[in-house]
């Protein structure tokens, strides 16, 4: 008698045809490094707290921890699964519209650039090329020219040794793009001597904006020189670089000259602010002498209207103690100066959020009121790169 397929299929005591789907055990070196951090996030999730070094048990979890926080290229990898903030901010690269748009180191979409292809008339013109002035293009420059720009670049690499300059994170070109400062683009040091960038008004659909746009004049440590637009390099930068830091003396020369008086032309930049918490947490209450030094472009009582709420300003309410009116200067390289001139009393405290998110608050020190005006006083008169701060006496002593 002969069978049907199913009484052939039916009669398979040994599970011969049976298909059984062969899973993949393969695990990425991706799976392992989101596996490890899992591990943290349970030891955080079941104590309340990071590892800490103070036992055997906790010290794997505390070193690979820190691995984590120095390396960026893991960190934009784990963000996604820092359900406590463990990692801290994070830049994670999001090509938008505007950063297409933005990212145009050869001015291809400029609307003024040449326009000579759609000129063509079966034979070309002597002259026809279209100028080279909207070309983005690095550029050999001679031995000879080169020099004083080799000298300031070993220079500046001598001062990173010494812990003089910093290489910093890299955001907004429209506040750090700044002639006479230094970059890091692709491992390569660059100058940027000139730049022509002026506030002109975009038309968008979803209403006007004004930004910053224009050519610059930038040096490179390998010999080159390039006239890139001004959002262009900001791109690059923030794209695969790096913002180096000016020395004590550098800052105060940015600052020399627009700071002791004020024109008629000159352009209001900001206010510099001293601010004394009202928070009502006991670690900060019972700090004395805790202040915020900051920058905003805005009305101090208009920037600090919703401080409660806010990470920088301890998530409570906070009193104006200071401001000082800023006038064509640079008020950020202001404030830098401020903040590394006391960097060791720099407030160290760990705050978390109604979600539990975690923040390190910054720009907060522990400093003498007096003392903050003593070294404004400083900056102004020009003798603030002959102080430091003596952190241990609480007082500003000759270096």
């Not at 940015?254 to 601010?275: A, C, T």
């Not at 900060?284 to 030094?293: A, C, R, S, T, W």
């Not at 008169?381 to 241990?392: A, E, H, L, M, R």
Request: glycine share 6%; proline share 2%; with cysteine.
């Amino acid at each position: 008698m002969a069978k049907s397929l199913d009484d052939i299929f039916n009669d398979d005591d040994f599970g011969l045809l049976e298909s059984q789907h062969k899973q993949s055990i393969v695990r990425t070196d991706e799976d392992r490094l989101i596996d490890s951090f899992e591990e943290i996030n349970h030891f955080f999730e079941k104590n309340k707290r990071e590892p800490s070094t103070s036992s055997m048990s906790e010290y794997t979890l505390s070193a690979r921890l820190k691995s984590f926080r120095a390396n960026e290229r893991n960190k934009s990898v784990l963000k996604a699964f820092d359900r406590f903030n463990l990692l801290g901010e994070v830049e994670l690269k999001i090509e938008t519209l505007d950063d297409v748009l933005g990212d145009d180191d050869l001015g291809l979409l400029d609307n003024e650039g040449d326009n000579s292809i759609f000129e063509f008339k079966y034979t070309p013109k002597e002259g026809s090329r279209g100028s080279a002035e909207y070309i983005a293009q690095r550029k050999s420059i001679s031995e000879r020219d080169f020099q004083k720009y080799d000298q300031m670049f070993k220079q500046v690499h001598k001062e990173l040794k010494e812990g003089k300059r910093k290489l910093l994170s890299f955001t907004n070109a429209e506040d750090n793009l700044i002639e006479g400062n230094f970059y890091l683009v692709d491992g390569i040091l660059c100058y940027l001597e000139v730049s022509k960038a002026e506030k002109v008004v975009k038309e968008n659909k979803s209403g006007d904006r004004i930004r910053l746009e224009g050519r610059t004049v930038t040096i490179f440590e390998n010999g080159t020189i390039s006239n890139m637009l001004f959002r262009s390099l900001g791109k690059a930068i923030q794209k695969n670089g790096k913002i180096v830091t000016n020395t004590d003396e550098g800052i105060y020369n940015q600052l020399q000259g627009n700071f002791n008086f004020v024109k008629e032309e000159d352009i209001q930049s900001g206010w510099i602010y001293v601010l004394k918490s009202k928070s009502e947490n006991p670690e900060i209450q019972n700090l004395e002498n805790l202040y915020k030094i900051g920058f905003s472009k805005n009305p101090v009582q208009e920037r600090i209207k919703n401080a409660s709420k806010e990470a920088t300003y301890l998530f409570a309410d906070v009193e104006v103690v200071a401001s000082y009116n800023c006038y064509s200067l640079n008020v950020q390289s202001f404030e830098n100066l401020l903040h590394r001139f006391f960097a060791k009393a720099c407030l160290d405290i760990d705050l978390y959020d109604k979600s539990g998110n975690r923040y390190i608050p910054r720009e907060w020190f522990v400093v003498p009121l007096n003392v903050i005006n003593e070294v404004i006083r400083l900056i102004e008169n020009g003798n603030v790169v002959n102080y430091k701060y003596d952190y241990s006496n609480r007082k500003v002593v000759l270096k």
